[in-house]
């Protein structure tokens, strides 16, 4: 095909969501938070819910998720996401709320929030991007960080003994009553990336149904923190998260 | 006549918040505030004006609840005591970082750590000097009466959203805890979706319509120039607050020698010591800081050179003297008395430590 026929508009296959900003991503080539806000860029695009959709991103590298998607954003403390969130949908329950934490964030320094928000079966989406290693901070040790993983302040690999045991907290969540779709995906290939937007979506879906918390975790790569390249991290990751971290649906009612 | 209702000063935060039209009230029970939450669950005010209420995990959920409230525009609030607030300050610092508007009520109680459950005033440099982190002010308003507690609520609401800006009331578990009668206000209604629209869509969460970009309430820049030019706005919003925002009470200073100067429930039993002196033939006489932030400077000042002394009667063990010694910058003689750990001092109890400080 010739290139003018190519560029013709009904030869089109793909283009990038209006949701998501003209905005060059701080994010390190590989990394897997750029795919989860192009994923939740769509959703919001075909949902058609872009001025009913509050973010609230997180402290760590997602801080600046509020830099690419074009809606109204709340930019929390530190693990407060799901504090901030309950308020604002409790406030406008026509509204689509969502937080976008870390595993710092979310499983470490905002366990308490993150615990009695889905406790209290708070509707809203929770996206929970688990790369085990403190990206923002320069790669330290994370709650999900797996045993004997090199990371800044495990030099010698995670130790149980000294470092306690890597959380999985979406199993934790999972056993409470407030939340009603519990699931753990990935975004490092095709079908996986389609199978999390589908998870996305449901989730929004879900949060106008009063059915309680949808809570997504996405094993994801930092491969500026694993010291990989992008390959050879999608690689680690599904040799060595995917095995203590297993994908698929948790719980959904 | 309006209607007067006795009740307690927690009780009045709580009828004020529903009766001024807020829009959510978030916290976590600690002594001696709780009758505050208690008495808005027993009110139900969601069956009525629509007014979300809620019991949080903890001091900071409850604080970062009222933070994405206010990310909304709306009405929020919270109350807490002393160690709660102490909890609450990480979320005060992006409250004020963010530029909004929401009320926080400090019923205090004796400190440090666990302390007491008695009555203090020993967060005055928390309330007024910052608490969390980073070059920021709350406004903070002293009442000394239960009427005081609940008329501050709606000036609390007036003026968080007037500079959007944490205020604060410094109330203590004296004015918390006790009844008195009450001249209840006319009814606000909650804003309506217009309304808020109209007041704080160029900034808050409300959802983006196609007209405007999307909001971002962000207390982040990690450039250099960009964060000192905002420390600079936020330096010239409270220049504005400290010049027309100061509010105090004065009892008898018209002819007085001497001055007290006091807030919340001091304030009022150092009126009785200016009638034991004026029994005597001194002229005593009581400034009352209102708001404790900003700092009713000017009154204070301008009362100075009539006075042979002053002395700042306190909860505590000599907080506000600072401010009261830097203003009178040593022109007159500047005395402390204070009580700690819940004792509350007798008017004939100060009377006589003003005495031996004027006799000296």
């Given at each position: 095909m010739e290139i003018n026929d190519i560029i013709k508009p009904e030869n089109k296959v793909y283009g990038k969501s209006p949701v998501l900003k003209d905005a060059v991503m701080h994010y390190c080539p590989g990394c897997s938070h750029g795919t989860v806000h192009k994923i939740i860029a769509e959703v919001i695009e075909e949902m058609d819910i872009q001025d009913k959709t509050i973010g609230i991103s997180p402290v760590g590298c997602s801080v600046f998720a509020y830099n690419y998607l074009e809606i109204d954003w709340q930019q929390a403390a530190h693990g407060r996401a799901p504090a901030l969130a309950t308020a604002t949908k409790r406030l406008?329950?026509?509204?689509?709320?969502?937080?976008?934490?870390?595993?710092?964030?979310?499983?470490?320094?905002?366990?308490?929030e993150i615990m009695h928000a889905c406790n209290r079966g708070e509707n809203i989406v929770v996206i929970f991007i688990n790369n085990a290693i403190y990206g923002m901070t320069g790669g330290q040790m994370a709650p999900t960080t797996l045993l004997g993983q090199v990371t800044a302040t495990t030099p010698y690999g995670r130790d149980a003994k000294l470092n306690g045991f890597p959380l999985k907290i979406t199993e934790l969540i999972a056993q409470l009553e407030g939340t009603c779709y519990v699931t753990r995906q990935s975004v490092q290939n095709p079908a996986a990336v389609r199978k999390t937007k589908r998870a996305i979506r449901k989730a929004f879906e879900n949060s106008m149904m009063d059915k309680g918390t949808s809570f997504i975790e996405v094993v994801s790569t930092c491969n500026s923190g694993w010291?990989?390249?992008?390959?050879?991290?999608?690689?680690?990751?599904?040799?060595?998260?995917?095995?203590?971290?297993p994908l698929g649906d948790i719980k959904d009612r | 006549m309006a209607e007067k209702i006795l009740m307690k000063g927690n009780e009045a935060i709580a009828y004020a918040a529903i009766n001024c039209g807020c829009d959510g009230y978030f916290g976590y029970p600690i002594t001696p505030q709780s009758e505050?939450?208690?008495t808005l669950m027993a009110e139900k005010p969601w069956e009525t004006t629509g007014m979300v209420v809620l019991q949080a995990e903890s001091e900071t959920s409850s604080i970062n609840m009222v933070y994405g409230g206010a990310?909304?525009?709306?009405?929020?609030?919270?109350?807490?005591?002393?160690?709660?607030?102490?909890?609450m300050c990480e979320g005060l610092s992006y409250l004020a970082g963010c530029e909004l508007p929401c009320l926080v009520v400090n019923v205090m109680r004796g400190g440090p750590g666990l302390g007491t459950i008695q009555p203090s005033q020993s967060d005055y440099f928390q309330a007024t000097k910052g608490g969390g982190h980073g070059d920021y002010r709350t406004i903070v308003l002293a009442p000394s009466s239960v009427q005081d507690m609940y008329d501050f609520v709606d000036l609390g609401f007036e003026l968080a959203f007037k500079y959007r800006n944490p205020v604060m009331i410094l109330g203590d578990g004296v004015i918390g805890q006790m009844m008195e009668k009450v001249e209840l206000?006319?009814?606000?209604?909650?804003?309506?979706?217009?309304?808020l629209r109209a007041l704080c869509d160029s900034w808050a969460t409300l959802g983006k319509p196609a007209s405007r970009p999307g909001n971002i309430v962000t207390s982040l820049a990690l450039d250099a120039d960009v964060m000192e030019r905002f420390n600079i706005h936020l330096q010239k919003k409270?220049?504005?607050?400290?010049?027309?925002?100061?509010?105090?009470?004065?009892?008898?200073?018209?002819?007085?020698?001497?001055?007290?100067?006091?807030?919340?429930?001091?304030?009022r039993i150092c009126e009785n010591v200016v009638e034991l002196a004026r029994q005597d033939g001194i002229k005593l006489g009581v400034l009352r800081p209102i708001t404790l932030y900003p700092y009713p400077e000017k009154a204070l000042d301008a009362l100075v050179p009539q006075m042979k002394s002053i002395m700042s009667v306190e909860l505590n063990s000599g907080q506000m003297v600072e401010d009261v010694r830097r203003i009178a910058a040593g022109r007159v003689p500047v005395h402390f008395y204070g009580r700690q750990g819940g004792a509350i001092p007798s008017p004939e109890e100060i009377y006589e430590v003003f005495v031996k400080n004027i006799k000296k």
């Open positions: 406008m329950p026509d509204k689509y709320v969502f937080t976008y934490q870390g595993d710092g964030d979310l499983a470490s320094i905002g366990t308490a010291k990989l390249s992008p390959v050879a991290a999608n690689t680690w990751m599904e040799e060595n998260m995917f095995p203590f971290y | 505050v939450m208690e990310c909304c525009g709306k009405k929020v609030m919270t109350s807490s005591s002393s160690p709660g607030i102490s909890l206000r006319p009814a606000k209604p909650r804003r309506t979706e217009e309304e409270y220049s504005t607050i400290e010049a027309e925002e100061a509010r105090y009470e004065t009892y008898k200073t018209e002819d007085a020698d001497h001055l007290i100067v006091a807030f919340g429930c001091m304030s």
